[in-house]
């Protein structure tokens, strides 16, 4: 049989059941469907958790334009991710976002008037495994203005999953290599309201240490710096 016979032998089959379908099949048909839906959502859910203990897994290319909704401590707020702007930086977001990375994220290190940052997980296994997974430098082709977002980063090529909110015109960060990848839209009235409490980290501050939030976690930051606000979700629009 030809493959033009086989599609209208299964178009026929189709129509004859569609023909003799009587309510009650179509009842029948619910626990199916529902099922089927259930283990979409449980193959979905185990596929998140798997490529947070393996960054490798997490790794498609974003779409050119994309909104992430962040659920906070302080209300809500919308990036708008711009991959021409920075496709490494935009792919790593949109995928960090995608797998439920920011979930319970503390916003550990706010200076007033210059920025909010966040990105390391408070499970120490987790910040274990994504503090390797470095991403190469992107061209700065958008300045670090008021709510554009970037990555932080250590020197060249090593960008993993801490980013930051420029509070204000940060554009000396351009020629450092800080590659805008988005801008905040909606709620920057509530990035701005961020608690900024602690300051700059330690040592040079009284903040939190990033290498203790590294090997310890959420348990250090809720015991020792309990006023920190915190992503709740982030969902990609």
Known sequence: MNKKAIIGFVAAIALMSAVSCKPEDVQDSAPIKETQTQGKIMETAKSNTD???????????????????FRTSKGEFVIESHRE????????????????????IAFFRVISGFMAQFGIHGDPAISANWRIAQIKDDPVIRSNKKGYISFAMAGTNTRTTQLFINYGNNANLDSMGFSPFGKVIEGMDVVDSIYSGYGE????????????????????LKKDFSQLDYIIEAIIE
Do not use: M
């Not at 490529?51 to 290319?61: C, D, Q």
């Open 51 to 69: 490529a947070l203990s393996n960054p490798a897994l997490a790794n498609e290319k974003a779409p050119e334009v994309f909104k992430v909704k």
């Open 201 to 220: 980290g330690a040592p040079s501050g009284r903040g939190p240490s990033q290498h203790l939030i590294q090997s310890r976690g959420n348990e250090y």
């Open 85 to 104: 702007w920075s496709p490494l930086g935009a792919d790593r977001f949109y995928n960090l976002a995608k797998i439920g990375y920011f979930t319970d």
